[in-house]
């Protein structure tokens, strides 16, 4: 049996986290997931809720019991009352929304992928930075037991060397071709919405490539349909492979020399861990939860209370460094956003 430790060994409570009142920016689909799973599972609430229209921020309010409803985002971070600021818009938009929250003086929470590029996400920790405010990408899969399961057995060298990770995410999104993923305006695509999972995961693993090579086709909107990535750090590697058009089982295995650890339902939602040691039997660690959002929301929480500007377990400079992944990627692709014209990709 491994030394892992069961959930509550792993990662702390939600439920024991200090209690904040959230304000939601955008109240798309995923805010609905975030407001279903907020009030449930941990002790904080969702106060507010702003769409930039007010009769759409009144119908979510009305559906999910929220008790303030603002037509204006401005009027959102402005409500004293709002401690903090979960941003739910497209990509296109997370920057100058994370600023807008920042600079009103409210920490934020900021949806994957943080922003468009790593010189957005550079531009919007100086703001937080310099306001002394919280920010964090809300890459919720990094709270996750499981994922703090594999942080332990790699760190406890269970694995020996990890030599590779093999992830891929697949998924037959809305084929609508108006819709926000196949518009390059709002930097839609497979990249930023599913890609930053397999990317953030082989960056949490393995840090910063020596090598990126990548191979993709664009949509006739201009978006990215696909892409695979090959990541190479000295003797290891990470194959990664995202589509937004078709559905597939979106496992991973990670390779050590000396054990590996298979996710073989979905990687990134709450999942159990199969560990392998070579010539043993397959080991079922049991890792998952109910819900998922709440671990990042207990995080920012914690970190809020505690004065701190980041979270370790997903700090900025990783956010940044999975974004320069993603830069090298698109650069390869030919993929630039119309939100990136006039921007400077290399602020370093
Ligand atoms: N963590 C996860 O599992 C997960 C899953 C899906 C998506 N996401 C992320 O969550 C974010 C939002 O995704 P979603 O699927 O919820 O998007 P969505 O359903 O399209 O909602 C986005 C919302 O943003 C607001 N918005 C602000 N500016 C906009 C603009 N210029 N054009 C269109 N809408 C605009 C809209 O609300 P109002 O106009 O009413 O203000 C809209 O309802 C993305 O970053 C995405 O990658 C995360």
């Keep these: 049996m491994t030394a892992l430790g069961l959930v509550p060994d792993l990662v702390p409570d939600p439920m024991s986290a200090p209690a904040l009142n959230w304000g939601i920016l955008a109240p798309g689909g995923i805010a609905r997931r975030f407001v279903s799973e907020i009030p449930r599972y941990t002790s904080s609430k969702v106060l507010a809720v702003a769409s930039r229209d007010a009769g759409r921020a009144a119908d979510f309010a009305r559906q999910f019991g929220v008790h303030r409803a603002y037509g204006s985002y401005q009027q959102l971070v402005e409500d004293p009352e709002v401690d903090a600021v979960y941003i739910a818009s497209p990509h296109s938009e997370h920057a100058a929304h994370a600023e807008l929250a920042l600079l009103a003086g409210k920490p934020c929470l900021v949806e994957k992928a943080f922003t468009v590029n790593a010189a957005q996400a550079r531009r919007v920790f100086a703001c937080a930075r310099s306001q002394g405010l919280f920010c964090m990408e809300a890459m919720w899969a990094r709270f996750l037991p499981h994922y703090a399961a594999l942080r332990r ?12 990770l093999l992830a891929s995410h697949a998924q037959a999104l809305d084929p609508d071709p108006t819709a926000r993923l196949w518009n390059p305006e709002l930097a839609g695509g497979a990249l930023l919405d599913l890609g930053v999972y397999p990317l953030s995961l082989a960056q949490m693993l393995l840090g910063r490539p020596d090598q990126i090579a990548a191979q993709g086709q664009l949509t006739a909107t201009g978006v990215d349909l696909w892409e ?24 991973a295995s990670i390779i050590g020399s000396a054990a590996r650890v298979d996710i073989p339902g979905w990687f990134y939602p709450p999942a159990d861990l199969v560990l392998t040691r070579s010539g043993g039997p397959p080991e079922v660690l049991p890792t998952k939860v109910a819900g998922g959002f709440q671990y990042e929301a207990a995080e920012a929480a914690r970190r809020i209370k505690a004065g701190a500007l980041e979270s370790e377990i997903m700090p900025w400079a990783d956010t940044i460094a999975v974004l320069e992944i993603a830069d090298e990627v698109r650069r390869q692709l030919g993929l630039r956003y119309p939100v990136e014209s006039g921007e400077s990709l290399d602020l370093g």
């Design 153 to 164: 057995l790699v760190d406890q060298g269970e694995l020996g060397q990890v030599v590779g």
């Design 228 to 251: 695979s990535i090959t990541l190479t750090y000295g003797r290891s590697w990470a194959v990664l492979a995202n589509d937004m058009g078709a559905a597939g089982a979106n496992h």
